[in-house]
């Protein structure tokens, strides 16, 4: 195993507690410990609001205009630097690793060649081993490569299969939209034509109506007059009275009933026929929405639906149901220092810089990896297990827009369309925090979490987190601004932790 030359009573004194990494502009606080100037100037912009500031080791208080340089330690820090980049020596022996053992497949000094651990062991040169591994790995880059191209006309013909369905399907959506169109335009015609029949109809009765009125109304005035004279007459004296008496009988004589009204039985007859007209046309209505289901459904019933789509049916119809996800981390979302297992179910940080593929989807500053799954709709939940593995352990997981930035330095925040609850490294055991605008929310929980279980609504817009073995509401995002982008489970993941789906 291989070690570096700087002596391990100088790394303490040269790393930061709070990033674990070489102190970076390091400066002293009131205490009298060190960190970087950006650590601990970030820790007191988080946590000045919440009270006094204290040192995160010994919980002195301290203030941020006494932060002193720290010379000595910058230089210390860069012989250290310096140190580490000459040569490897074997931890065991101290002499240079130059020798590789084929049969271990690790570096080995030429003390460690004689050992028993390593005599019977085929044993070469560093450069010949390199050129043997180049070698084997450019036959791997050689059939990936294959790979590669055998799947890109699959690829495009994928796509073109799929962008010929979708024309298929706007051609039917333009077919149906042409026959209820063409439907619509027979029935307002119809329909206009018997309302203005009947409306005719309605002028003529009341035109009918008001001369039969006027002429009954004259016949009324008309028989008046003849009552009065009649009464008058009666009065007159007897001498009077019987002057002219049968002159005036025979205007006073009863005359048969004279039918005033004109009735035409024309109107009637035509009010009979839109009787009948609206009769046959609600039978017809009945028949066409027989007929017009039937032909919707005739194509259907020639094809019995297989179950996978009767299964996709009964999901889309269950708006309700609650989908448990089995998350699938993307490795091509992975930061390179983030290690996953080969079942792409767990996830670590390691100090190792892997040297993946630059691809878009990656993620460059943040230690992040995304899930597989995408959600535009419906309810979803998943688990995922929290092994810490030392005090200052910091992770964070939730869901975040496909469209999260990958290629710039970001915060864990709602503003770039990150939904997340996690731990810091300088929070207390059984402290998390949600990653809130534009501060953070501090979470108290009784004890510390084993396992998480993340909530997505995307039609309500929720993000909720519940310890997963006491179903306890931890915190929830409520109106979550998906702005109708498809969403991913989102993990952050620090040193010290092991996160598993």
């Known amino acids: 195993m291989a070690v570096s030359s700087p002596p391990e009573d100088m790394g303490e004194e040269v790393m930061c507690p709070l990033c674990m990494e070489y102190l970076e502009d390091p400066v002293s606080v009131d205490c009298g410990h060190n ?3 950006g650590c ?6 988080k946590w000045e609001e919440h009270g006094l500031l204290k040192c995160p080791l010994c919980r ?4 941020k205009e006494n932060f002193q340089p720290n010379w000595q330690l910058v230089h210390m820090v860069a012989k250290l630097k310096f140190l580490s980049l000459n040569d490897k020596l074997c931890e065991k022996h101290q002499e240079k690793l130059q020798l590789f053992c ?9 003390t ?3 050992s028993p651990a390593h005599k019977q062991h085929p044993v070469v040169l560093l450069d010949e081993a390199a050129q043997e591994y180049k070698g084997k790995i450019e036959a791997q880059l050689k059939s990936l490569g294959k790979e590669k191209k055998m799947l ?3 690829k495009l013909a994928e796509e073109i299969a799929s962008q010929k369905t979708l024309a298929q399907i706007e051609a039917e959506k333009a077919r149906i939209k042409s026959a209820f169109k063409q439907m619509h335009n027979v029935l307002e015609e119809k329909e206009d034509f018997w309302l203005a029949h009947l409306g005719d109809l309605e002028k003529e009765v009341k035109k009918k109506l008001k001369e039969n009125i006027a002429r009954i109304s004259q016949k009324v005035t008309s028989i008046s007059y003849l009552m009065r004279e009649m009464e008058e007459k009666c009065l007159q004296p007897e001498n009077e009275f019987l002057q002219n008496i049968k002159s005036t009988m025979g205007r006073f004589e009863k005359k048969p009933m004279e039918h005033v009204v004109d009735h035409t039985p024309e109107l009637d007859d035509r009010l009979q026929l839109c009787f009948q007209k609206n009769s046959a046309l609600e039978e017809a209505m009945g028949k066409f929405t027989e007929s017009l289901e039937e032909a919707l459904n005739k194509g259907a019933q020639k094809k019995t639906p297989n179950k996978a789509y009767l299964k996709m049916w009964d999901k889309v119809s269950a708006k309700q149901a609650l989908n448990k996800v089995n998350v699938i981390l993307d490795s091509s979302t992975a930061h390179p220092s983030l290690r996953l297992s080969e079942d792409l179910k767990n996830v670590r940080w390691e100090d190792k810089y892997q040297p993946l593929p630059d691809s878009l989807g990656r993620f460059e500053f943040l230690p992040c990896v995304l899930g597989c799954e995408k959600f535009s709709s419906g309810r979803h939940q998943w688990e995922v297990e929290v092994e810490e593995e030392e005090a200052r352990a910091t992770w964070a997981m939730g869901v975040a827009k496909e469209s999260v930035a990958r290629k710039e330095e970001i915060r864990v925040s709602v503003d770039h ?19 809130t605008s534009p501060k953070t929310t501090p979470l108290i929980l009784r004890h510390p979490l084993r396992k998480i279980r993340v909530y997505l609504d995307y039609g309500e817009g929720q993000v909720g987190f519940y310890d997963a073995d006491t179903n306890e509401l931890i915190f929830t995002f409520y109106s979550a601004a998906f702005s109708g982008e498809r969403i991913c489970p989102y993990f952050w ?3 010290g932790v092991r996160l598993k789906c």
Do not use: N
């Open 60 to 63: 002195t208080p301290i203030r």
């Open 493 to 495: 993941v620090g040193r």
């Open 40 to 45: 601990i100037t970030y820790f007191c912009e």
């Open 35 to 37: 960190f970087c100037l």
């Open 152 to 154: 890109v006309p699959q």
């Open 417 to 435: 369309g990150i939904f997340a609850a996690g731990k810091l490294s300088v929070l207390l055991p059984c402290q998390l925090c949600a990653f």
């Open 112 to 114: 460690c060649q004689r």
């Open 102 to 110: 084929k049969a271990d497949e690790e570096l080995v000094c030429q």
